[in-house]
């Protein structure tokens, strides 16, 4: 019977399962091609607080709420990035640790923890795409409509006055029959 001792695991999958503490069955095969069964008893741990990476030899030295996290060190908060999450993202990100990428369009300015855009006078919309439809302003309109009332009254005015005219300028009637065709 042959005793294998590994010393140090870094990552144990199966296909794609994470395998933790437990006992498994498994086969390993020595440089002749011979096929070895055993079971064997595997121990995981977390890193102790505050440490990060394989063997947690790493110490995390995160500022502003960050968490430290086995795998990569600190986990920023929406808003920061780098190694101690002490630098804000880059124009054009946000989120935590500035992954996102904003997609503010026209001017519009990202929000460095929410992604949301801050958009420029005429525009709206998620990305700053749509345009703002601009409201006729009341005084406007009130030009508009009493153009429209001051050219009415002046037709009438024309109107009245060839009427009035009409009314004043005596009728010259030639006969009698003329004067006839007048009153039909």
């Known amino acids: ?12 999958k ?17 440089i002749d091609g011979n096929t070895h069964s055993g ?16 063997l947690c030899s790493f110490k995390c030295l995160c500022s502003d709420n960050a968490t430290c996290e086995r795998e990569s ?9 780098g190694n101690t999450c002490s630098e804000a ?3 054009g990100y946000y989120g935590r640790n500035c992954t996102g990428e904003c997609i503010c369009k026209n001017g519009g300015l990202c929000d460095s ?4 855009c801050n958009c420029t006078e005429g525009w709206q919309g998620p990305g700053c795409t749509d345009e703002v439809n601009q409201a006729t302003p009341a005084w406007l309109i009130f030009v508009y409509a009493g153009g ?4 009415a009254l002046a037709v009438i005015g024309v109107l009245l006055m060839i009427y009035s005219r009409r009314m004043r300028t005596p009728m010259i009637y030639t006969s ?3 004067r006839l065709r007048m009153l039909e």
């Open 148 to 151: 429209g009332a001051l050219a």
């Open 89 to 91: 993202c880059d124009s």
């Open 1 to 12: 019977e042959m005793m294998y001792h590994i010393p140090l695991v870094i990552d144990v």
């Open 113 to 116: 923890i929410t992604g949301n």
């Open 73 to 81: 060190g600190c986990l920023c908060i929406a808003g920061l990035m």
């Open 39 to 54: 079971i064997y008893n595997l121990s995981t741990h977390e890193c102790p607080p505050g440490m990060w990476g394989v």
């Open 14 to 30: 199966n296909g794609d399962q994470q395998i933790t503490t437990g006992t498994y069955s498994c086969e390993v095969i020595d």
């Open 176 to 178: 009698a029959t003329e």
